[in-house]
């Protein structure tokens, strides 16, 4: 089968700026949606144990559902995922303060992140596979952060079965920076995630308190929170905290040893034999079970999005790590070159 991308134009954003889509097809015949808006991924479909190819992600169907969307269905989240304390953090001795979005704190890069701005686009069919890379420059000040950021992220859907995201930065002042993407994952491609098998090689997680902030401290995985062995993700659900029950944690991941890009996570659907497998150069996975989805807008096909209908392995450095000496630092220094990539890789067993 020969690989193609295919433009089109998706909608237009309230500005009249119009908003392209990308529909990607390997050599194997999976194939890949993708958005300019929140370089967004909106479809990604691959083949279950009887070779049937069907949608593994979450989505909506047309571009104001998206632009509605506070759930960040697919997105690129930017300039830090995660929640900022305060929406404050200490940079060479001066106070940054950020736009506030969740409570007290500001998330996933503010009011209007990332995963809200219209990025540029270029395709191309590459030897590895047809790919998109999406760009953007962040002004100094946006949404409070420190310093002009240039980002690129490149999709590829590579003929191997695997959706690799590779992304660079540089900034012209000192700015914290943590991308990742917030797809949702069903490899049942219907129904609860809670009887998807997770396999996560993580030694230690961060704790947090009862507005999901860090705490600052490292403790090592045990009971309810340890995926070393892969289990089923329901199955200790009993010794979750409630309001809302489920898992939304990170994880420190094991040593990456002398290849920083190395299989980290495995995701197994018994339902369609769907297996994914997540390889990062980055510390940190932050797992996810939609706690908070509960029925956050129509889907594809205006199915709706129910709780624990997806979930999340988002590749990160350490979360709030400007407000906490303990953790690695997530500062990119003008000179420097942020490089890192993930790749989702599919099969059946």
């Not at 660079?168 to 129904?191: M, Q």
């Not at 308190?209 to 309810?224: E, H, N, Q, S």
């Not at 400007?322 to 993930?342: D, I, S």
Request: proline letters at 7%; one cysteine or more; hydrophobic letters at 40%.
């Amino acid at each position: 089968m020969a690989p193609s991308i295919q433009a089109s134009l998706y909608g237009r954003l309230a500005d009249g700026r119009p908003v392209q889509q990308f529909a990607l097809r390997n050599a194997r015949g999976d194939r890949c949606k993708l958005i300019g808006y929140g370089a967004t991924v909106v479809e990604l479909l691959v083949a279950d144990r009887a070779g049937v190819w069907g949608g593994v992600v979450l989505g909506y169907d047309r571009l104001e559902d998206y632009v509605a969307d506070r759930v960040y269905l697919g997105a690129t989240i930017g300039r830090v995922a995660g929640r900022i304390a305060r929406g404050r953090f200490p940079l060479a001795g001066v106070e940054c303060r950020l736009t506030i979005n969740d409570g007290p704190n500001s998330l996933h890069g503010g009011l209007v992140g990332f995963s809200r701005r219209l990025w540029g686009a270029e395709a191309a069919v590459t030897p590895q596979g047809p790919a998109v890379e999406f760009s953007y420059v962040s002004p100094d000040g946006e949404e409070g952060y420190p310093g002009n950021v240039e980002v690129a992220l490149r999709y590829t859907l590579t003929h191997a079965g695997a959706l690799r995201l590779d992304y660079r930065a540089v900034s012209d002042r000192p700015t914290p920076l943590n991308l990742t993407n917030h797809s949702y994952f069903n490899l049942a491609g219907c129904g609860t995630i809670l009887d998807h098998e997770l396999r996560i090689d993580a030694v230690a997680f961060t704790p947090t308190d009862d507005a999901l902030l860090p705490t600052g401290a490292i403790a090592p995985v045990g009971g309810a929170i340890d995926f070393t062995a892969r289990k089923r993700i329901g199955r200790d659900w009993a010794q979750l905290k409630a309001q809302p029950r489920g898992y939304d944690h990170n994880f420190v991941l094991a040593d990456a040893g002398p290849d920083p890009l190395r299989p980290v996570a495995s995701v197994h659907a018994p339902a369609s034999g769907r297996v994914m497998e997540v390889s990062t150069d980055l510390p940190c996975v932050q797992f996810y079970t939609g706690n908070f989805l509960g029925g956050a807008g129509a889907g594809k096909g205006g199915m709706p999005h129910r709780q624990y209908a997806g979930l999340c392995l988002e590749t990160q450095r350490f979360p709030d790590a400007m407000n906490h000496p303990g953790f690695p630092p997530c500062v990119l220094h003008p000179g420097e070159a942020f490089r890192t990539t993930t790749v989702y890789a599919f099969g059946v067993e």
